[in-house]
């Protein structure tokens, strides 16, 4: 079993920046791919990046070169640096977590991910 917390969401202007973190506890570490998703008042949650457990990165097209995952995995600590901020980021952000081996377009589905946090809002103000 695994128990997601995330932090570090607020609210921030137009062009800001916020990291929110992650923090795993139970059977995890470098054995699980991780990801983070969100979702905003009225829509699907939808993918925003995701970390295999060898360390590569898929991000979705509308935050590419904006938004960076990392883990920490001594720390159990899974990271999204989030940089010049738009309103259209404005959401809450759920970290998520998977044992399984998964193919490349695995990552970045819902579906494929077993365990979730309870979110932390983002406010992105124009």
């Known amino acids: 079993q695994v128990q997601l917390v995330e932090s570090g969401g607020g609210l921030v202007q137009a062009g800001g920046s916020l990291r929110l973190s992650c923090a795993a506890s139970?059977?995890?570490?470098?054995?699980?791919?991780m990801a983070w998703f969100r979702q905003a008042p009225g829509k699907e949650r939808e993918v925003v990046a995701a970390i295999s457990t060898s360390g590569s990165t898929y991000y979705a097209d509308s935050v590419k070169g904006r938004f960076t995952i990392s883990r920490d995995t001594t720390k159990n600590v899974l990271n999204l640096q989030m940089s010049s901020l738009k309103p259209e980021d404005t959401a809450v952000y759920f970290c998520?977590?998977?044992?399984?081996?998964?193919?490349?377009?695995?990552?970045?589905?819902?579906?494929?991910?077993?365990?979730w946090g309870q979110g932390t809002q983002v406010t992105v103000s124009s």
């Open positions: 139970g059977r995890t570490g470098s054995r699980y791919a």
């Open positions: 998520a977590a998977t044992p399984r081996r998964l193919w490349t377009l695995d990552y970045m589905l819902r579906l494929s991910y077993e365990y």
